[in-house]
């Protein structure tokens, strides 16, 4: 099944337009999106394919830090990570179909 994952990290100073836009870059592989412009961290939107939630959050993890490896980013902890079944997105948008 497929997840949307979305992470936020905690830093240290106020990330910059220029670090969101190589985040974004480094997202962008896995269907993500940035954030944390003028923000204390940084944050993604990211897609996984994993068996369940728990999964999926463990495996975004994981190719998230490996993403931002690949830059001169900042490592930062990760200090909240959430997931939404694709299925579960939609069956909300079902719900407001009368």
Avoid: C, H
């Avoid at 999926?56 to 490896?69: D, M, P, R, T, Y």
């Avoid at 830059?71 to 990760?78: A, I």
Wanted: proline share 4%; glycine share 6%; hydrophobic share 50%.
């Amino acid at each position: 099944m497929r997840y949307s994952i979305s992470l936020q990290a905690e830093g240290d100073r106020e990330f910059t337009l220029e670090e969101t836009i190589v985040l974004a870059d480094a997202v962008a592989p896995l269907e993500g999106i940035a954030s944390g412009m003028g923000t204390w961290g940084y944050g993604a939107q990211i897609v996984v394919e994993a068996e369940n939630s728990d999964l999926a959050v463990e495996k975004a993890l994981v190719v998230f830090a490996e993403a931002i490896a690949k830059t001169d980013l900042p490592v930062w902890p990760v200090a909240r990570a959430e997931s939404l079944a694709e299925d579960d997105d939609y069956a909300e948008l079902e719900d407001l179909i009368p």
